[in-house]
Protein backbone atom coordinates (compact mmCIF):
# COMPACT_ATOMS: atom_id res chain seq x y z
CA UNK A 1 0.00 0.00 0.00
CA UNK A 2 1.35 3.22 -0.64
CA UNK A 3 2.06 5.09 2.58
CA UNK A 4 3.43 8.36 1.37
CA UNK A 5 1.89 10.78 3.52
CA UNK A 6 -0.37 13.76 1.76
CA UNK A 7 0.70 17.27 2.22
CA UNK A 8 -2.37 17.57 4.27
CA UNK A 9 -1.01 15.25 6.83
CA UNK A 10 0.09 18.09 8.50
CA UNK A 11 -3.71 17.98 9.80
CA UNK A 12 -2.60 14.71 12.01
CA UNK A 13 0.34 16.48 13.32
CA UNK A 14 -1.16 19.21 14.14
CA UNK A 15 -3.57 17.18 16.17
CA UNK A 16 -0.92 15.43 17.91
CA UNK A 17 1.07 18.38 18.63
CA UNK A 18 -2.04 20.24 19.65
CA UNK A 19 -0.89 23.12 17.62
CA UNK A 20 -3.89 25.23 17.36
CA UNK A 21 -3.05 27.26 14.85
CA UNK A 22 -2.48 24.86 12.39
CA UNK A 23 -5.96 22.92 13.88
CA UNK A 24 -7.92 26.44 12.90
CA UNK A 25 -6.76 26.10 9.59
CA UNK A 26 -9.51 23.06 9.37
CA UNK A 27 -12.26 25.02 11.35
CA UNK A 28 -11.86 27.67 8.51
CA UNK A 29 -11.44 25.55 5.77
CA UNK A 30 -13.78 22.75 6.41
CA UNK A 31 -16.33 23.24 9.39
CA UNK A 32 -18.30 24.97 7.38
CA UNK A 33 -19.60 22.52 4.99
CA UNK A 34 -19.93 19.94 8.10
CA UNK A 35 -22.45 22.27 9.91
CA UNK A 36 -24.46 22.95 7.06
CA UNK A 37 -24.88 19.18 6.18
CA UNK A 38 -25.49 18.32 9.85
CA UNK A 39 -28.04 21.24 9.95
CA UNK A 40 -29.46 20.35 6.79
CA UNK A 41 -30.46 16.88 8.35
CA UNK A 42 -31.95 17.27 11.19
CA UNK A 43 -29.37 18.74 13.35
CA UNK A 44 -28.04 22.12 14.77
CA UNK A 45 -24.97 23.81 15.44
CA UNK A 46 -24.20 21.81 18.52
CA UNK A 47 -24.94 18.80 16.97
CA UNK A 48 -21.97 19.25 14.19
CA UNK A 49 -19.85 20.58 17.01
CA UNK A 50 -20.09 17.64 18.66
CA UNK A 51 -19.56 15.33 15.58
CA UNK A 52 -16.59 17.34 14.35
CA UNK A 53 -14.98 16.96 17.96
CA UNK A 54 -15.16 13.12 17.93
CA UNK A 55 -14.41 13.16 14.61
CA UNK A 56 -11.21 14.79 15.12
CA UNK A 57 -10.45 13.23 18.65
CA UNK A 58 -10.46 9.81 16.64
CA UNK A 59 -8.01 10.71 14.24
CA UNK A 60 -6.27 11.75 16.91
CA UNK A 61 -6.08 8.39 18.63
CA UNK A 62 -5.50 6.34 15.54
CA UNK A 63 -2.45 9.04 15.00
CA UNK A 64 -0.99 7.99 18.26
CA UNK A 65 -1.66 4.59 18.40
CA UNK A 66 -1.44 3.37 14.90
CA UNK A 67 0.70 5.65 13.47
CA UNK A 68 -1.92 6.77 11.16
CA UNK A 69 -0.50 7.92 7.73
CA UNK A 70 -3.12 10.45 5.59
CA UNK A 71 -2.22 9.45 2.10
CA UNK A 72 -5.10 11.14 0.71
CA UNK A 73 -6.27 14.96 0.95
CA UNK A 74 -7.59 15.49 4.45
CA UNK A 75 -11.37 17.30 3.01
CA UNK A 76 -12.80 14.46 2.01
CA UNK A 77 -11.71 12.37 4.41
CA UNK A 78 -13.16 14.11 7.21
CA UNK A 79 -15.90 15.27 5.14
CA UNK A 80 -17.03 11.40 5.01
CA UNK A 81 -16.54 10.84 7.97
CA UNK A 82 -17.90 13.56 10.04
CA UNK A 83 -20.90 12.38 7.63
CA UNK A 84 -21.08 9.23 8.16
CA UNK A 85 -20.93 9.95 12.07
CA UNK A 86 -24.02 12.08 12.11
CA UNK A 87 -26.07 9.46 10.23
CA UNK A 88 -24.85 7.05 12.68
CA UNK A 89 -26.00 9.37 15.93
CA UNK A 90 -29.51 9.68 13.95
CA UNK A 91 -30.06 6.53 13.85
CA UNK A 92 -29.19 6.59 17.19
CA UNK A 93 -31.47 9.03 18.21
CA UNK A 94 -34.21 6.83 16.27
CA UNK A 95 -35.25 9.41 14.04
CA UNK A 96 -36.34 6.99 11.35
CA UNK A 97 -38.23 10.27 9.58
CA UNK A 98 -35.26 11.83 8.12
CA UNK A 99 -34.46 12.58 4.91
CA UNK A 100 -31.31 12.73 4.00
CA UNK A 101 -29.66 14.95 1.26
CA UNK A 102 -27.07 13.47 -0.31
CA UNK A 103 -24.52 15.59 -1.85
CA UNK A 104 -22.08 15.55 -4.84
CA UNK A 105 -18.46 14.28 -3.04
CA UNK A 106 -17.00 12.02 -5.04
CA UNK A 107 -14.42 9.70 -3.29
CA UNK A 108 -11.63 7.53 -4.77
CA UNK A 109 -11.19 4.34 -3.42
CA UNK A 110 -8.57 5.51 -1.83
CA UNK A 111 -10.18 7.50 0.61
CA UNK A 112 -12.62 4.92 0.88
CA UNK A 113 -9.91 3.01 2.30
CA UNK A 114 -9.02 5.29 4.56
CA UNK A 115 -12.32 6.03 6.04
CA UNK A 116 -12.90 2.87 6.54
CA UNK A 117 -9.45 2.41 8.51
CA UNK A 118 -10.59 5.03 10.56
CA UNK A 119 -14.15 3.17 11.02
CA UNK A 120 -13.05 0.11 12.40
CA UNK A 121 -10.34 1.49 14.87
CA UNK A 122 -13.08 3.70 16.38
CA UNK A 123 -15.11 0.83 16.46
CA UNK A 124 -12.40 -1.43 18.14
CA UNK A 125 -11.61 1.54 20.11
CA UNK A 126 -15.30 1.76 21.33
CA UNK A 127 -15.07 -2.29 22.12
CA UNK A 128 -12.42 -2.00 24.43
CA UNK A 129 -13.71 0.88 26.25
CA UNK A 130 -17.01 -0.76 26.69
CA UNK A 131 -15.61 -3.80 27.75
CA UNK A 132 -13.08 -1.93 30.18
CA UNK A 133 -16.09 -0.55 32.01
CA UNK A 134 -17.29 -4.02 32.56
CA UNK A 135 -14.79 -5.57 34.29
CA UNK A 136 -14.84 -4.87 38.48
CA UNK A 137 -13.80 -1.76 39.80
CA UNK A 138 -10.48 -3.30 41.57
CA UNK A 139 -9.22 -4.68 38.02
CA UNK A 140 -10.04 -1.11 36.47
CA UNK A 141 -7.95 0.26 39.04
CA UNK A 142 -5.23 -1.84 38.74
CA UNK A 143 -5.18 -1.34 34.44
CA UNK A 144 -5.32 1.89 35.00
CA UNK A 145 -2.39 2.41 36.86
CA UNK A 146 -0.54 -0.56 35.10
CA UNK A 147 -0.77 1.61 32.00
CA UNK A 148 -0.27 5.04 33.33
CA UNK A 149 2.88 4.15 35.66
CA UNK A 150 5.37 1.61 33.22
CA UNK A 151 7.20 0.30 36.17
CA UNK A 152 5.04 -2.18 37.69
CA UNK A 153 7.37 -2.54 40.78
CA UNK A 154 5.97 1.09 41.24
CA UNK A 155 2.45 0.12 40.58
CA UNK A 156 3.05 -2.42 43.18
CA UNK A 157 4.32 -0.12 45.73
CA UNK A 158 1.23 2.26 45.52
CA UNK A 159 -1.64 -0.49 45.18
CA UNK A 160 0.53 -1.74 48.83
CA UNK A 161 0.81 -5.50 47.13
CA UNK A 162 4.07 -7.47 46.41
CA UNK A 163 5.54 -7.36 42.39
CA UNK A 164 4.26 -10.81 42.08
CA UNK A 165 1.07 -10.04 43.06
CA UNK A 166 0.68 -7.32 40.81
CA UNK A 167 1.71 -8.98 37.67
CA UNK A 168 -0.05 -11.97 38.68
CA UNK A 169 -3.25 -9.33 38.82
CA UNK A 170 -2.58 -7.48 36.09
CA UNK A 171 -2.70 -10.77 33.55
CA UNK A 172 -5.62 -11.83 35.06
CA UNK A 173 -7.54 -9.01 34.34
CA UNK A 174 -6.10 -8.33 31.26
CA UNK A 175 -7.58 -12.10 30.60
CA UNK A 176 -10.65 -11.00 31.89
CA UNK A 177 -10.84 -8.65 29.33
CA UNK A 178 -9.76 -10.39 26.65
CA UNK A 179 -12.82 -12.90 27.15
CA UNK A 180 -15.11 -10.14 27.21
CA UNK A 181 -14.12 -8.86 23.93
CA UNK A 182 -13.87 -12.34 22.49
CA UNK A 183 -17.49 -13.51 23.19
CA UNK A 184 -18.96 -10.10 22.12
CA UNK A 185 -21.21 -9.56 19.09
CA UNK A 186 -19.41 -6.45 18.25
CA UNK A 187 -15.94 -8.48 17.74
CA UNK A 188 -17.30 -10.65 15.63
CA UNK A 189 -18.41 -8.12 13.65
CA UNK A 190 -15.14 -6.65 13.39
CA UNK A 191 -13.33 -9.76 12.62
CA UNK A 192 -15.24 -9.93 9.47
CA UNK A 193 -13.50 -6.87 7.96
CA UNK B 1 -5.30 -23.73 32.18
CA UNK B 2 -6.31 -20.16 30.23
CA UNK B 3 -4.88 -18.04 33.16
CA UNK B 4 -1.40 -19.55 32.43
CA UNK B 5 -1.57 -18.57 28.99
CA UNK B 6 -2.65 -15.09 29.83
CA UNK B 7 0.54 -14.98 32.15
CA UNK B 8 1.93 -16.62 29.32
CA UNK B 9 0.75 -13.67 27.10
CA UNK B 10 2.00 -11.26 29.59
CA UNK B 11 5.43 -12.37 29.82
CA UNK B 12 6.38 -12.69 26.12
CA UNK B 13 4.81 -9.31 25.59
CA UNK B 14 7.30 -8.25 28.20
CA UNK B 15 10.01 -10.19 26.73
CA UNK B 16 10.38 -12.19 29.58
CA UNK B 17 10.45 -15.79 28.50
CA UNK B 18 13.35 -17.86 28.05
CA UNK B 19 14.97 -18.95 24.66
CA UNK B 20 13.49 -22.35 25.08
CA UNK B 21 10.21 -20.85 26.30
CA UNK B 22 9.76 -18.99 23.84
CA UNK B 23 10.16 -21.42 20.98
CA UNK B 24 7.15 -23.35 22.33
CA UNK B 25 5.48 -20.25 22.66
CA UNK B 26 5.33 -19.52 18.97
CA UNK B 27 4.51 -23.30 18.20
CA UNK B 28 1.61 -23.41 19.93
CA UNK B 29 0.82 -19.78 18.31
CA UNK B 30 1.11 -21.35 15.02
CA UNK B 31 -1.06 -24.88 16.07
CA UNK B 32 -3.41 -23.35 17.96
CA UNK B 33 -5.87 -21.42 16.61
CA UNK B 34 -7.86 -20.11 19.40
CA UNK B 35 -4.61 -19.75 21.22
CA UNK B 36 -3.71 -17.11 18.77
CA UNK B 37 -7.05 -15.57 18.41
CA UNK B 38 -6.66 -14.75 22.28
CA UNK B 39 -3.35 -13.61 22.10
CA UNK B 40 -4.09 -11.57 18.97
CA UNK B 41 -6.87 -10.06 21.25
CA UNK B 42 -4.66 -9.38 24.84
CA UNK B 43 -2.15 -7.60 22.58
CA UNK B 44 -4.43 -5.10 20.96
CA UNK B 45 -5.67 -4.47 24.22
CA UNK B 46 -2.98 -3.90 25.62
CA UNK B 47 -1.38 -1.45 23.01
CA UNK B 48 -4.82 0.48 23.01
CA UNK B 49 -5.18 0.83 26.51
CA UNK B 50 -1.44 1.54 26.87
CA UNK B 51 -1.57 4.20 24.33
CA UNK B 52 -5.20 5.87 26.05
CA UNK B 53 -4.40 5.64 29.42
CA UNK B 54 -0.95 7.45 28.55
CA UNK B 55 -2.59 10.18 26.56
CA UNK B 56 -5.45 10.67 28.92
CA UNK B 57 -4.25 14.27 29.65
CA UNK B 58 -3.30 15.03 26.32
CA UNK B 59 -6.18 14.24 24.49
CA UNK B 60 -8.34 16.58 27.47
CA UNK B 61 -5.80 19.68 26.22
CA UNK B 62 -6.75 18.76 22.39
CA UNK B 63 -10.32 18.56 23.87
CA UNK B 64 -9.39 22.02 24.76
CA UNK B 65 -8.49 23.68 21.97
CA UNK B 66 -10.55 22.18 19.65
CA UNK B 67 -13.67 23.28 21.51
CA UNK B 68 -12.28 26.38 21.63
CA UNK B 69 -11.91 26.58 18.03
CA UNK B 70 -15.25 25.05 17.59
CA UNK B 71 -16.88 27.98 19.51
CA UNK B 72 -14.88 30.55 17.51
CA UNK B 73 -15.65 28.96 14.10
CA UNK B 74 -19.41 27.55 14.53
CA UNK B 75 -21.45 30.28 14.76
CA UNK B 76 -24.72 29.87 17.57
CA UNK B 77 -27.87 29.00 15.71
CA UNK B 78 -29.53 31.68 16.14
CA UNK B 79 -28.32 34.06 13.89
CA UNK B 80 -28.85 30.92 11.02
CA UNK B 81 -32.55 30.34 12.27
CA UNK B 82 -34.42 33.52 10.54
CA UNK B 83 -32.11 32.57 7.32
CA UNK B 84 -33.39 29.06 7.06
CA UNK B 85 -37.20 29.98 7.26
CA UNK B 86 -37.22 32.83 4.39
CA UNK B 87 -35.15 30.23 2.02
CA UNK B 88 -37.81 27.57 2.74
CA UNK B 89 -40.25 30.10 1.70
CA UNK B 90 -38.79 30.18 -1.87
CA UNK B 91 -39.30 28.61 -4.84
CA UNK B 92 -36.22 26.58 -5.42
CA UNK B 93 -36.17 27.24 -8.76
CA UNK B 94 -36.46 30.98 -8.52
CA UNK B 95 -34.02 30.86 -5.64
CA UNK B 96 -31.49 28.93 -7.81
CA UNK B 97 -31.98 32.02 -10.91
CA UNK B 98 -31.43 34.50 -8.37
CA UNK B 99 -27.89 32.94 -7.12
CA UNK B 100 -27.00 32.59 -10.60
CA UNK B 101 -27.42 36.23 -11.54
CA UNK B 102 -26.02 37.13 -7.93
CA UNK B 103 -22.77 34.96 -8.93
CA UNK B 104 -22.82 36.75 -12.57
CA UNK B 105 -22.75 40.04 -11.12
CA UNK B 106 -20.04 38.94 -8.43
CA UNK B 107 -17.83 37.73 -11.49
CA UNK B 108 -18.67 41.19 -13.10
CA UNK B 109 -17.64 43.32 -10.01
CA UNK B 110 -15.03 40.91 -9.04
CA UNK B 111 -13.45 41.40 -12.99
CA UNK B 112 -13.66 44.91 -12.66
CA UNK B 113 -13.04 45.64 -9.40
CA UNK B 114 -11.46 43.41 -6.49
CA UNK B 115 -7.72 43.57 -6.93
CA UNK B 116 -6.14 40.51 -8.27
CA UNK B 117 -3.44 39.08 -6.33
CA UNK B 118 -0.42 38.81 -9.70
CA UNK B 119 -0.49 42.76 -9.92
CA UNK B 120 0.58 42.31 -6.17
CA UNK B 121 3.15 39.39 -6.73
CA UNK B 122 6.43 40.92 -7.52
CA UNK B 123 8.81 39.04 -5.14
CA UNK B 124 11.87 40.11 -4.82
CA UNK B 125 14.72 38.26 -6.21
CA UNK B 126 15.94 35.40 -4.07
CA UNK B 127 19.73 36.39 -3.44
CA UNK B 128 21.18 34.18 -0.26
CA UNK B 129 24.18 35.05 1.21
CA UNK B 130 26.34 32.26 1.62
CA UNK B 131 25.74 30.34 4.67
CA UNK B 132 27.26 26.89 5.52
CA UNK B 133 28.67 24.64 2.90
CA UNK B 134 25.83 24.18 0.70
CA UNK B 135 26.96 26.06 -2.42
CA UNK B 136 25.11 24.04 -5.38
CA UNK B 137 21.65 23.99 -3.12
CA UNK B 138 21.80 27.45 -3.03
CA UNK B 139 22.83 27.80 -6.86
CA UNK B 140 19.47 25.93 -7.83
CA UNK B 141 16.94 27.42 -5.10
CA UNK B 142 18.27 30.75 -6.37
CA UNK B 143 17.60 30.03 -10.21
CA UNK B 144 14.98 28.26 -9.73
CA UNK B 145 12.81 31.07 -7.80
CA UNK B 146 14.41 33.59 -9.80
CA UNK B 147 12.93 31.71 -12.95
CA UNK B 148 10.02 31.48 -11.05
CA UNK B 149 10.38 27.84 -10.89
CA UNK B 150 8.58 27.24 -7.58
CA UNK B 151 8.34 23.90 -7.25
CA UNK B 152 12.29 23.22 -7.85
CA UNK B 153 12.89 26.60 -5.61
CA UNK B 154 10.97 24.82 -2.58
CA UNK B 155 12.73 21.38 -3.01
CA UNK B 156 15.81 23.03 -2.86
CA UNK B 157 14.82 25.41 -0.13
CA UNK B 158 14.04 22.35 1.74
CA UNK B 159 16.88 20.70 1.69
CA UNK B 160 18.68 23.89 2.36
CA UNK B 161 16.43 24.64 5.49
CA UNK B 162 17.18 21.15 6.59
CA UNK B 163 21.09 22.70 7.08
CA UNK B 164 19.93 26.02 8.37
CA UNK B 165 16.89 25.46 9.82
CA UNK B 166 16.92 29.32 11.70
CA UNK B 167 17.55 30.99 8.55
CA UNK B 168 14.43 32.67 8.53
CA UNK B 169 14.85 34.14 4.97
CA UNK B 170 14.56 30.60 3.68
CA UNK B 171 11.98 29.61 5.52
CA UNK B 172 10.02 32.94 4.06
CA UNK B 173 10.78 31.94 0.40
CA UNK B 174 9.57 28.78 1.01
CA UNK B 175 6.53 30.28 2.07
CA UNK B 176 6.50 32.41 -1.27
CA UNK B 177 6.79 29.08 -3.12
CA UNK B 178 3.79 27.75 -0.99
CA UNK B 179 2.12 30.71 -1.96
CA UNK B 180 2.38 30.61 -5.48
CA UNK B 181 1.85 26.79 -5.52
CA UNK B 182 -1.56 27.46 -4.02
CA UNK B 183 -0.81 25.08 -1.01
CA UNK B 184 -2.15 28.08 1.53
CA UNK B 185 -2.35 25.89 4.68
CA UNK B 186 2.19 25.63 4.75
CA UNK B 187 2.17 28.93 3.41
CA UNK B 188 0.44 30.47 5.95
CA UNK B 189 1.59 28.77 8.86
CA UNK B 190 5.12 30.13 7.59
CA UNK B 191 3.82 33.53 7.33
CA UNK B 192 2.22 33.66 11.16
CA UNK B 193 5.52 32.52 12.23
CA UNK B 194 7.66 34.52 10.64
CA UNK B 195 5.12 37.83 11.40
CA UNK B 196 5.12 36.76 14.98
CA UNK B 197 8.20 36.61 15.61
CA UNK B 198 11.20 39.32 15.46
CA UNK B 199 13.22 38.64 12.59
CA UNK B 200 13.86 41.51 10.26
CA UNK B 201 11.61 39.72 8.12
CA UNK B 202 8.27 40.27 9.95
CA UNK B 203 6.72 43.18 8.18
CA UNK B 204 7.52 41.11 4.55
CA UNK B 205 5.55 38.15 6.33
CA UNK B 206 2.50 40.25 7.20
CA UNK B 207 2.49 41.73 3.91
CA UNK B 208 2.96 37.96 2.30
CA UNK B 209 0.50 36.80 4.57
CA UNK B 210 -2.25 39.66 3.50
CA UNK B 211 -1.10 38.33 0.11
CA UNK B 212 -2.36 34.93 0.63
CA UNK B 213 -5.77 36.28 1.61
CA UNK B 214 -6.14 37.89 -1.43
CA UNK B 215 -5.12 34.95 -3.56
CA UNK B 216 -7.52 33.00 -1.50
CA UNK B 217 -10.36 36.06 -1.84
CA UNK B 218 -10.47 36.35 1.96
CA UNK B 219 -10.63 40.38 1.16
CA UNK B 220 -11.22 41.11 4.72
CA UNK B 221 -9.00 39.68 6.04
CA UNK B 222 -6.39 40.77 3.63
CA UNK B 223 -7.50 44.07 4.31
CA UNK B 224 -7.21 43.44 8.33
CA UNK B 225 -3.78 42.10 8.21
CA UNK B 226 -2.95 44.87 5.56
CA UNK B 227 -3.58 47.60 8.08
CA UNK B 228 -0.96 46.19 10.80
CA UNK B 229 1.78 47.26 8.47
CA UNK B 230 3.21 50.06 10.06
CA UNK B 231 4.15 52.70 8.02
CA UNK B 232 8.07 52.41 8.90
CA UNK B 233 7.67 48.99 6.69
CA UNK B 234 9.29 49.24 3.23
CA UNK B 235 6.17 47.06 2.57
CA UNK B 236 3.99 50.23 3.81
CA UNK B 237 3.21 51.66 0.42
CA UNK B 238 2.36 48.59 -1.29
CA UNK B 239 0.03 47.70 1.31
CA UNK B 240 -1.56 51.24 1.59
CA UNK B 241 -2.07 50.95 -2.49
CA UNK B 242 -3.39 47.49 -1.98
CA UNK B 243 -5.78 48.66 0.54
CA UNK B 244 -7.45 51.23 -1.16
CA UNK B 245 -8.64 49.00 -3.73
CA UNK B 246 -9.96 46.55 -1.85
Same mark, same amino acid.
Given at each position: ???????????????????????????????????? !???????????????????????????????????????????????????????????????????????????????????????????????????????????????????????????????? !????????????????????????????? | ???????????????????????????????????? /?????? =????????????????????????????? =? +?? =???? *? $????????????????????????????????????????? *???? &???? #?????????? $?????????????? &?? /????????????????????????????? +????? #??????????????????????????????????????????????????? /???? =???
Amino acid at each position: MNQKPHADHIYIEALLKNNSRVLSKIYEKFSHKIVS !YVRNNNGNSDDAQDIIQETLVTIYHQAKEKNFILTCPFDAYFYLLCKRRWLNELKKRGNSRVTILDDDTSITEEQEQQVEETEIFEKQHQLFESKFKELGAKCQELLKTTFKIKSMEKVAEILGVTYG !YARKKKSQCMGKLTQLVKDSNEFHQLKAY | MKEDSYILFDNYLNKELSASELISFEEKLNADADFK /QEFEIY =KALETSLASRFKNEEAEKELRNTISKLGS =K +YI =KPED *S $VKKKGKIISLFNYKQLMVAASIAMLIGFFLFNNGEPVYSDF *SNHN &ALEL #VVRGNNNEAI $VKAQDAFNSKNYKE &AL /QQLTVLSETNSDDTEIELYKGICYLELNV +YVEAD #VIFDAISSGNSAFVNTATWYKALSMLKQEQFEACKYILKTIPESAAEYKQA /QKLL =KKL
